[in-house]
């Protein structure tokens, strides 16, 4: 199992970015996959995630109404677009897999987002 997350980058407040994790040895279509982040000197914070069956999404309260989490299993790969980002929305973005009782058991490397004028 493997997932690469990449499209982070500088952007100014009130910008956009669009996150893509590309995802292998296992089917998108049988496990759900979320976004993490860890802000410089803060826990993980659990962002989004979309399931595996329904597609229904969830989202914390902190990124609701500007985050948008989506799939496509086509191609193995989650994306997370990110609008109207704000200097609070720095971290470091993890994709990561659960396993069917929910547990993140896989986490990709990580992309930094760093949003500041």
């Known amino acids: 199992v493997q997932l690469q997350a990449s499209g982070g980058g500088l952007v100014q407040p009130g910008g956009s970015l669009r996150l893509s994790c590309a995802t292998s040895?296992?089917?998108?279509?049988?496990?759900?996959v979320g976004w993490f982040r860890q802000a410089p000197g803060k826990g993980h914070e659990g962002v989004s995630c979309?399931?595996?069956?329904?597609?229904?999404?969830h989202y914390a309260d902190s990124v609701k109404g500007r985050f948008t989490i989506s799939r496509d299993n086509a191609v193995n790969t989650v994306h997370l677009q990110m609008n109207r980002l704000k200097p609070e929305d720095t971290a470091v973005y993890y994709c990561?897999?659960?396993?069917?009782?929910?547990?993140?058991?896989?986490w990709g490397q990580g992309t930094q987002v760093t949003v500041s004028s």
């Open positions: 990561t897999k659960a396993d069917t009782d929910g547990i993140y058991d896989y």
């Open positions: 040895g296992f089917s998108l279509a049988h496990f759900p």
């Open positions: 979309i399931s595996s069956s329904d597609s229904s999404t």
